[in-house]
Every structure is written in structure tokens, then in C-alpha cells.
């Protein structure tokens, strides 16, 4: 049986406390609940900065632009869903990787470090990392497929 937690929602003079799972916690309000601390922290850090409430309120339903404000292109909760929801398929897939495949993924396709200068820092020919590179490519693109995500 799945732990059950006791939430609060509260929206202007209404507050509605609920019972959840663990798991709808985790996926749901989690992310809810960080999404609305940052819109707190983003108002905070506008007020001190002499902006009103009705202005910040116009940039976060984004007519800002109609207030003359510059727009500042807050992703949406579905955004932030979705790409929460990639990232634990990446994250999955460099799993699915042997630990040398997986630093060879981080350092070169997420840090951005040429396969010179990791082949060297390895003491390895530049050929033979490129050569496990594509082969690490091809291991991560299978896994995307497999999972429904075209690459």
C-alpha cells in the first residue's frame, strides 16, 4: 500500500487540504509546489526592485508585452512536466550505459569536451574514443526509440 500525505493548496482566500499518494505527490504537486516558490522568489526579487505586483502578475501571464514589459519567456507547468519527464528517459538510458560509455556520454555530448581532449586525458588514440562515441550514440539513440521518443 502506497504512503499517503496531507496537502495544503492554497489559491487567494481558499485553502483545500487533500490526501494523496507518495507517488502523485512526486509527480504532481512536487513540481506544482517548486513551480509556485519560484514565482514566489521571482516576485520577491521584482518588488525589491521597485516593480509592482500588477506588473510581475502581467509577466507571469505573459501580457507583460501589452504593460510594456519586456517578455521573459517563463515555461509552462506542461513544459516544466515534460521536460522533467525527458530528463528521467535520459537519465534511464545513460544508466543503460557501461560506467566507460557513460563518462565518454556526460564529458562529450553534455559537457561539450572535444574527443581530442578526452581521448588525450585518457591516454587513448583520438580514433578509438571517436569510434566509441558513434558507438555510444547508436546505444542511446536505440534506447530513445525503444522508448517512443524519435532522435
Same mark, same amino acid.
Given at each position: 500500500?502506497?504512503?499517503?500525505?496531507?496537502?495544503?493548496?492554497?489559491?487567494? @482566500?481558499?485553502?483545500?487540504?487533500?490526501?494523496?499518494?507518495?507517488?502523485?505527490? &512526486?509527480?504532481?504537486?512536487?513540481?506544482?509546489?517548486? &513551480? !509556485?516558490?519560484?514565482?514566489?522568489? @521571482?516576485?520577491?526579487?521584482?518588488?525589491?526592485?521597485?516593480?509592482?505586483?500588477?506588473?510581475?502578475?502581467?509577466?507571469?501571464?505573459?501580457?507583460?508585452?501589452?504593460?510594456?514589459?519586456?517578455?521573459?519567456? &517563463?515555461?509552462?507547468?506542461?513544459?516544466?512536466?515534460?521536460?522533467?519527464?525527458?530528463?528521467?528517459?535520459?537519465?534511464?538510458?545513460?544508466?543503460?550505459?557501461? *560506467?566507460?560509455?557513460?563518462?565518454?556520454?556526460? !564529458?562529450?555530448?553534455?559537457? &561539450?569536451?572535444?574527443?581530442?581532449?578526452?581521448?588525450?586525458?585518457?591516454?587513448? *588514440?583520438?580514433?578509438?574514443?571517436?569510434?566509441?562515441?558513434?558507438?555510444?550514440?547508436?546505444?542511446?539513440?536505440?534506447?530513445?526509440?525503444?522508448?517512443?521518443?524519435?532522435?
Amino acid at each position: 500500500m502506497s504512503e499517503k500525505r496531507i496537502i495544503t493548496i492554497r489559491s487567494g @482566500n481558499e485553502e483545500v487540504r487533500m490526501e494523496v499518494t507518495e507517488e502523485e505527490y &512526486q509527480r504532481y504537486f512536487r513540481p506544482w509546489w517548486r &513551480q !509556485k516558490k519560484r514565482e514566489q522568489r @521571482n516576485r520577491e526579487a521584482m518588488e525589491e526592485k521597485g516593480y509592482t505586483e500588477e506588473s510581475y502578475e502581467a509577466w507571469r501571464d505573459e501580457a507583460a508585452e501589452d504593460m510594456g514589459i519586456a517578455d521573459t519567456g &517563463q515555461p509552462d507547468m506542461d513544459e516544466l512536466l515534460e521536460k522533467e519527464m525527458l530528463l528521467g528517459v535520459l537519465e534511464e538510458a545513460l544508466d543503460s550505459l557501461m *560506467p566507460e560509455e557513460r563518462e565518454l556520454a556526460l !564529458k562529450v555530448f553534455g559537457e &561539450q569536451v572535444p574527443v581530442s581532449e578526452f581521448a588525450k586525458e585518457r591516454g587513448e *588514440p583520438r580514433t578509438t574514443v571517436s569510434s566509441r562515441k558513434v558507438s555510444v550514440l547508436g546505444k542511446l539513440r536505440e534506447f530513445f526509440r525503444g522508448k517512443g521518443l524519435d532522435v
